[in-house]
């Protein structure tokens, strides 16, 4: 019973372009969401994230949209850098400020 | 500021050995979490504390997986006896309490064989 899904394993995006990386997510009691990136060998690192009272947030490069009607965000990344390539996870929390995880995207930004 | 330590990076045992991970959260942050990440797979929740008491372990396989965290610092994650299932990433987590987002540590890579 997945409450969080990245349903695309994988994205290649050409640099300069705009990386759009998607997540649903099924438990209407979730009230805030976050997106971590992962390089290998490292721990998951904190992006970006939004409350559910809001519909956009933005940091930089990276904006994150919600929609609650449909139960599903996405992560905007605009330019895409070859940086950017990694493993990234959406995740989502409710009072009891425990993640819950999708499968994550790898993305590969091509030079 | 320090980010959140774990130690051993890496670990092979056999299958029915037992092995612990050590966790120190970020300074200052009362919650710490344990989470496995198997190959292919998103971080999962074994077990929460707040400061040195169990928030929930209710995902944590008790016959076999144990944690602690006294003094509210520092952190345990024990598997005795090991299975072949067990292989994955052990990743420690922390966060202040008046936030959601939780600040990771590298993760041990465990192996049994």
């Known amino acids: ?111 | 500021e320090a980010g959140v330590a774990q130690s051993p990076r890496y670990k092979i045992i056999e299958k029915r050995q037992s092995v612990a991970f050590w966790c120190n959260p970020i300074s200052g942050h009362a919650t710490l979490y344990w989470y496995q990440q198997i190959l292919g797979q998103g971080p999962k929740l074994l077990i929460q504390f707040q400061n040195n008491g169990v928030v929930d372990d209710s995902q944590l396989p008790k016959d076999r997986f144990s944690a602690e965290r006294l003094k509210g610092v520092d952190s345990t994650l024990k598997i005795q006896p090991a299975k072949l299932e067990d292989s994955a990433v052990y990743l420690c987590a922390s966060s202040d309490q008046n936030t959601y987002e939780q600040y990771f540590g590298p993760g041990t890579r465990l192996t049994v064989t």
């Open chain 1, 1 to 111: 019973d997945q409450q969080v899904k990245q349903n695309s394993p994988s994205l290649s995006v050409q640099e300069g372009r705009i990386s759009i990386l998607n997540c649903d997510y099924t438990n209407s009691m979730f009230d805030y969401f976050l997106w971590y990136k992962k390089y290998p060998a490292e721990g998951p690192t904190f992006l970006i994230s939004i409350s559910s009272i809001k519909d956009k947030n933005e940091d930089g490069r990276f904006t994150v949209f919600l929609n609650k009607s449909a139960k599903h965000l996405s992560l905007h990344i605009v330019p895409s850098q070859p940086g950017d390539s990694a493993v990234y996870f959406c995740a989502a929390t409710g009072s009891a400020r425990q993640l819950t995880f999708g499968s994550g995207t790898q993305l590969t930004v091509l030079p």
